[in-house]
């Protein structure tokens, strides 16, 4: 349920107001907008009467929220989320352009692919230091050493980085890493988003393979419920009867999160086709779209990648690409004014 408040409430209303709301076992999550203030009400609000809610004073409109997610819905935050990230933010009219191998190899690789992809224009450094796959024989990443390779490239260069983690007892691992990613497998393992959920670090969730936009939305609840409300949604493509490329990248999903949800919206063309001379258009239709960053794998010699060269641009090509997703991007918020 919310209730949306009259402009400037009374004050001792609105605490009467939210004392009652507290005294039923209700939690109050308030969102103060440049229009309204709206109390989002959290918890069985079956037995509240809604007539005697909007008969007060200081109420404009009071009404019942159908779909399960409540913290992740728009209605409960009319404003978008915007989550400060080291010097720079995740939403807000941003394009965060999060670049960098799929595995961290060597300290020496990923500091060099940090630089090259900060000169271009990234703002936040991705590697994967625990990598799950689908084989048991491939390359599963240098685990702790790969994380203090990223810790000593983000010292290099001011990145901040982003990196998966897989299983909760690496939660104290991760301590000085920037922004935590669920990978598209662990989308439900909801022991991992409640435990991701009891600490502040933000919080990037990639769509499971055929997960349902409500199951995703779900899976963010599960984080926001458990109190953080740093959360980012990553579309990484999903599976589809097509099998040309890797996945089918739905870039659908990009306006109709915005109309179900507060929450910034990344997109990941890499993972999408796992080719990667579709990562250019893809990246060009998701900021088109209007999502809020896209997350490229670049690697140095993706020839000899141990995971995911195919889909890998070259420093050298991510370049020109980085600067055209900026020009198309000013070019859209253009539109816009």
Known sequence: MIVILKQNPNRDQLDSL?????EKGVIIHTSIG???TILGLVGDTSKLDIDLIAALDIVQDVKRVQEPYKNANRKFHPEDTVIPVGNTQIGGGNLTIMAGPCSVESEEQVVAIAQAVKASGATMLRGGAF??????????????KGLEYLKTARAETGLPIVTELMDVTQL??????????IGARNMQNFDLLKAVGHQEKPVMIKRGMSATYEEWLMSAEYVMAS??????????????????TRNTLDVAAIPVLRTLTHLPVIIDPSHATGKYWLVEP???????????GLQIEVHNDPAHALCDGPQSLKPEVFAPLARKLLELHAFMKGLDS
């Open 131 to 144: 990598k799950p796959r689908t084989s048991p024989y491939a390359f599963q990443g240098l685990g702790a």
């Open 282 to 292: 893809l990246a060009r239709a998701a900021v088109a779209a209007e999502a809020d």
């Open 34 to 36: 440049e229009a309204h």
């Open 172 to 181: 104290p691992l991760f301590k000085d890493v920037d922004v935590i990613q």
């Open 18 to 22: 939210v004392s009652w709301l507290q």
């Open 227 to 244: 109190g953080n409300n740093n959360v980012i949604l990553c579309e990484r493509g999903i599976r589809t009867f097509e099998s040309y």
